[in-house]
């Protein structure tokens, strides 16, 4: 099962990389997850892999709050031009329905 995070805020932290703020709007975050491709700046098109995840109490939101972490993170700066606040971040399992896809289209 995979998950829909709603961003809040993206921040670096000494140690540990860029860290995704959101709240969970459905499913749940577990490490190994991944993004679908997406383009960061100039660079070409990536999946993000969750790294960690840490739940987060928030008064906020009455959705479960997460801090996540990211394999091979972009600059914060590119990840925030991506998804600003309030944007919301799709995470799939690996080997899901979007691996098959792309991996029937390279078989041709």
């Given at each position: 099962?995979?998950?829909?995070v709603?961003v809040h ?20 975050v ?6 679908p ?15 960690s995840v ?30 600003p606040?309030g ?20 078989t041709?």
């Open positions: 099962m995979g998950a829909v709603e805020n993206v921040m670096m932290i000494p140690g540990r990389g860029l860290i995704l703020l959101g709240h969970v709007q459905s499913g749940s577990a490490v190994g997850q991944q993004s491709m997406i383009a960061f700046g100039e660079t070409p098109s990536r999946r993000l892999e969750v790294a840490e739940r987060l109490s928030s008064m906020e939101s009455k959705k479960p709050a997460v801090g996540i972490s990211f394999n091979n993170s972009p600059h914060p700066e590119h990840f925030k031009r991506r998804f606040a944007s919301v971040l799709l995470l799939e399992e690996a080997g899901s329905a979007t691996d098959a896809v792309k991996n029937k289209k390279e041709r």
